[in-house]
């Protein structure tokens, strides 16, 4: 099974960018549909974005179209999430998932595999 690592968060001012990492355990990678989500203190964890295992296809929630880009890259294993003009309500554990079906998921159940997770906080 394939091993998720998250970095990249901060602290960061409203307005400003960070860019999130997932590295992938091995080159399966590319089998799987790719997912970040989010959890803030007291609520449910969310979707962000999903894409497909080429990354051809891709699926922003409402909340981040427009400031925030998804890609991976297969010969790194490794997926990212560009976050720009980051608002504090941002601020929450952003969460990288795999799945293993072809179609981007929205839910946290259709999602096999879940990294630790890394802080991201905007201050106003």
């Known amino acids: 099974q394939v091993q998720l690592v998250e970095s990249g968060g901060g602290l960061v001012q409203a307005g400003g960018s960070l860019r999130l990492s997932c590295a992938a355990s091995?080159?399966?990678?590319?089998?799987?549909?790719m997912g970040w989500f989010r959890q803030a203190p007291g609520k449910e964890r969310e979707f962000v974005v999903g894409i497909s295992k080429t990354g051809g296809s891709t699926n922003y929630a409402d909340s981040v179209k427009g400031r925030f880009t998804i890609s991976r890259d297969g010969v790194k294993n490794t997926m990212y999430l560009q976050m720009n003009s980051l608002k504090p309500e941002d601020t929450a554990i952003y969460y990288c998932?795999?799945?293993?079906?072809?179609?981007?998921?929205?839910?946290?159940?259709?999602?096999?595999?879940w990294g630790q997770g890394t802080q991201v906080t905007v201050s106003s």
């Open positions: 091995d080159r399966t990678f590319t089998s799987y549909v």
């Open positions: 998932a795999a799945r293993t079906f072809s179609r981007i998921a929205v839910r946290t159940e259709d999602y096999d595999y």
